[in-house]
């Protein structure tokens, strides 16, 4: 059974950029969600993707958009980066979207 | 909104020792969730707990789901040195999507 996968690993942008990082979620999972990880706290609920539909978003701004593809995939797309974007993301599927989440290890975004 | 307070932040122990952490929140929640992060890693699921009262062993840990659904602990028995690390909890409330976090606890191991 494959688990989460995440990519790119590392990445570095400047301000004002867009980036869109991709999300493999675990066989037989439907459900993805997106969390934002600041150094030394815990991860923030960006959003959770549902059957291709988005189904609950966290205090983020409209320029984090995501989308999640018939397979399941998904992937998180940040628009005009500012340098407070700069986090580990994580992606997260479950089987369901009440179901226990498995994380995937993560994309270091670092805006400069 | 809803926010889970963790403590201790941090914890500096001896190979050998036991482990207690916790967390509270003011939100009642349905799912209670331990989970370890090492550096550069996505968070680890350790113990899951979906029923108040109810407590769960995964090998050298344990972990309780409160009765008022507002606090839940995890226990290390036995600490090695491949237990340091992050350890968050996080919480689950009905109807919601989200998990929410606490802030962490950072577990140092002295051999």
């Known amino acids: 059974e494959t688990g989460v996968t995440q990519s790119p690993t590392h990445l570095i942008k400047t301000r004002g950029q867009q980036v869109t990082l991709r999300c493999s979620s675990q066989?037989?999972?439907?459900?993805v969600s997106w969390y934002q990880q600041a150094l030394g706290q815990g991860p923030q609920f960006i959003f959770q993707y549902y059957r291709e539909e988005e189904n609950g978003r966290g205090n983020f701004p409209p320029r984090f958009s995501g989308l999640q593809f018939p397979n399941y995939s998904s992937e998180l797309n940040v628009n005009a980066l500012e340098l407070d974007d700069s986090a580990l993301y994580l992606c997260?599927?479950?089987?369901?979207?009440?179901?226990?989440?498995?994380f995937g290890p993560g994309t270091r975004l670092t805006v400069l | 909104g809803q926010q889970l307070n963790q403590s201790p932040q941090s914890m500096f122990i001896q190979e050998g020792e036991d482990v207690s952490m916790n967390c509270t929140s003011s939100s009642i929640f349905n799912t209670w969730l331990w989970y370890k992060q090492d550096p550069g890693e996505g968070p680890v699921l350790l113990i899951a707990l979906y029923k108040a009262g109810e407590l769960t062993s995964n090998g050298r840990l344990t972990a309780q789901f409160g009765i008022t659904r507002k606090d839940s602990f995890l226990n290390i028995s036995a600490s090695i040195p491949s237990d340091v690390g992050i350890y968050f909890c996080?919480?689950?409330?009905?109807?919601?999507?989200?998990?929410?976090f606490g802030q962490g606890t950072r577990l140092t191991i002295n051999p």
């Open positions: 066989s037989g999972h439907n459900t």
């Open positions: 997260a599927s479950s089987l369901d979207v009440l179901g226990t989440q498995y």
């Open positions: 996080a919480g689950l409330i009905q109807g919601a999507q989200k998990l929410v």
